[in-house]
């Protein structure tokens, strides 16, 4: 069993030891993932909870999951490109790739033009491998401090507003379900359950 576990940590370290915030977006989205899917099981089993409570709880929270999931994910992966887009282009380098890129000709007009990547001027030249590792340090941690700062904002912002807007308009939707019956004749009382 302990080679199971070390083959998967081995995995990890292979797949995310040059792009941590990659890591963060999985693991972060997982994480979503599954505290949804604890959430929706639990209204389930609780005998506590009628049906009818459960017709209504499980769709808001199926919307409140698609809403967490997928503005963590959207959020901080797009964070997460937009800063290493600007790595890339050399927009938000270390001293020591500015200092490369400001002395050869061909490159010090092209810093920070989208169409400029750095990681193919710096590819496979070994005498640039000092500065390589140096640029890949820099984008490395700067793409992670951004996507720590997208998920506490996805996490603590823009998903609680997203979610209590679209819960609200759930709930509004049951409740006038219930009141005005005639106006949703149409749908039956199943309709709101899953």
Not at 63 to 70: F, Q, Y
Request: with cysteine; hydrophobic share 40%.
């Amino acid at each position: 069993m302990p080679n199971f576990f070390q083959n998967k940590l081995n995995w990890i370290c292979e797949n995310f030891k040059k792009d941590t915030s990659k890591m963060l977006v999985v693991t972060g989205t997982l994480g979503w993932a599954l505290s949804s899917l604890a959430q929706g099981l639990a209204i389930i089993a609780n005998p506590k909870i009628s049906n009818e409570k459960k017709s209504f709880l499980l769709p808001q929270e199926m919307m409140d999951a698609a809403v967490n999931v997928g503005g963590f994910f959207l959020f901080t992966m797009l964070t997460k490109k937009c800063i290493s887009k600007m790595a890339s282009t050399g927009k938000i380098a270390p001293q020591s790739v500015r200092d490369f890129l400001n002395s050869h000709s061909e490159y010090k007009n092209k810093v920070g033009k989208i169409d400029f990547n750095l990681d193919e001027v710096l590819k496979n030249r070994p005498e640039l491998a000092k500065i390589e590792k140096s640029y890949l340090s820099h984008k490395n941690f700067v793409t992670t401090m951004g996507t720590i700062g997208a998920s506490v904002l996805s996490c603590n912002l823009i998903t609680p507003v997203i979610r209590n807007f679209t819960a609200s308009n759930v709930q509004k939707t049951y409740i006038d379900m219930k009141k005005n019956p005639q106006l949703y004749q149409n749908y039956s009382s199943n309709d709101m359950k899953i």
